[in-house]
T-cell receptor
Framework: DTEVTQTPKHLVMGMTNKKSLKCEQH?????MYWYKQKAKKPPELMFV???????INESVPSRFSPECPNSSLLNLHLHALQPEDSALYLC?????????????FGPGTRLTVL | SQQGEEDPQALSIQEGENATMNCSYK?????LQWYRQNSGRGLVHLIL?????REKHSGRLRVTLDTSKKSSSLLITASRAADTASYFC???????????FGTGTRLKVLA
């Protein structure tokens, strides 16, 4: 199984809502990532978890709150977002050992903030 | 910015022609990977080349890596309409969990 799954596929939320994005992998990978991607731009790294601990936070606003409850699951909690946060949110994972191996991506969640 | 550069930004070719896209980067790397992305969907991994390799092939794909110039190229031979997509390079930064993406090349293959 070389699949990373993400739910939901699409999400529309108001600026006062609280929602969560979910990512799951069963490849035994111990590094998991959140990226944000705007149209016609490359993915931008947001967070990296290694062995369920937050190892990289790329100065992301606190309205985005990541969580890694176990080695297979990664969540991104959203609160008080702005319209400019509308984007494709991608989850990825790779085997332990840092950036030495293939990174596998999920299909993404298309987020629209009204 | 740590972001890698890719050129061209956009490329339009006829079916059957070859497509070449280039990637330059700034840091010391473990490897360089190429991904394809169709119309705002997830990234599909195409090929990985390690820092001690110079050339790699996979089907119609050929990747080269020149670490002295900090650059890589992706060649797609005998292109098909289904190859129409955005292509991104990503470098695994040595000593970290970080991957840095290039700016991307939008390829259009005309039938």
């Amino acid at each position: 199984d070389t699949e990373v799954t993400q739910t939901p596929k699409h999400l529309v939320m108001g600026m006062t809502n609280k929602k969560s994005l979910k990512c799951e992998q069963h490849m035994g990978h111990r590094a998991m990532y959140w990226y944000k991607q705007k149209a016609k731009k490359p993915p931008e790294l947001m967070f990296v978890y290694s062995y369920e601990k937050l190892s990289i936070n790329e100065s992301v606003p606190s309205r985005f709150s990541p969580e890694c409850p176990n080695s297979s699951l990664l969540n991104l909690h959203l609160h008080a977002l702005q319209p400019e946060d509308s984007a494709l949110y991608l989850c990825a994972s790779n085997p332990p050992g840092g950036s030495t191996d293939t990174q596998y991506f999920g299909p993404g969640t298309r987020l629209t903030v009204l | 910015s740590q972001q890698g550069e890719e050129d061209p930004q956009a490329l339009s070719i006829q079916e059957g022609e070859n497509a070449t896209m280039n990637c330059s980067y700034k840091t010391s790397i473990n490897n360089l990977q190429w991904y394809r992305q169709n119309s705002g969907r997830g990234l599909v991994h195409l090929i990985l080349i390690r820092s001690n390799e110079r050339e790699k092939h996979s089907g119609r794909l050929r990747v080269t890596l020149d670490t002295s110039k900090k650059s890589s190229s992706l060649l797609i031979t005998a292109s098909r309409a289904a190859d129409t997509a955005s292509y991104f390079c990503a470098t695994g930064v040595s000593g970290t969990y970080k991957y840095i993406f290039g700016t991307g090349t939008r390829l259009k293959v005309l039938a």
